[in-house]
């Protein structure tokens, strides 16, 4: 049962704030749930995306830039090809980290059997 105040109404949840930091390279800010939004004065996108799916954009964009109707867009084609590949390799530093740091070995073995399930599945959707 909720706790009521005592006017009788719900309690509202506590106000979270967002943190805006003024620093020498600019303003950083992040929301209340500690999300970046902005990073030394430059607005960032902090998002979640699949593996596969970057793996498939890295193909996809190795596979484009090589054709000439391209060239005027070589530069900015590569700009998001190695803005992918940095996010690949900081994927596989933190799965090593998960790896080398599970809680528990039921941990690991669930972690790891997990992520060859996705793996198998990704190799059949390519195939």
């Known amino acids: 049962m909720s706790e009521l105040t005592t006017s009788g109404s719900m309690p509202l949840p506590p106000v979270m704030t967002a943190t805006i930091d003024s620093g020498t390279f600019g303003t950083s800010a992040f929301t209340s749930d500690n999300k970046l939004v902005m990073s030394n004065g430059s607005p960032t996108v902090a998002t979640y995306v699949a593996v596969n799916k970057i793996e498939n954009w890295l193909t996809t964009i190795e596979e484009a830039v090589s054709l000439p109707r391209m060239a005027p867009h070589r530069y900015d084609l590569e700009d998001i090809y190695f803005f992918l590949k940095a996010t690949l390799k900081k994927h596989e530093e933190q799965h090593v980290e998960v790896v080398t740091s599970a809680p528990t070995e039921a941990d ?14 990704s190799a059949k959707e390519v195939a």
């Open 108 to 121: 690991l073995i669930e972690y790891l059997s997990s992520y060859a399930a996705s793996a198998a599945a």
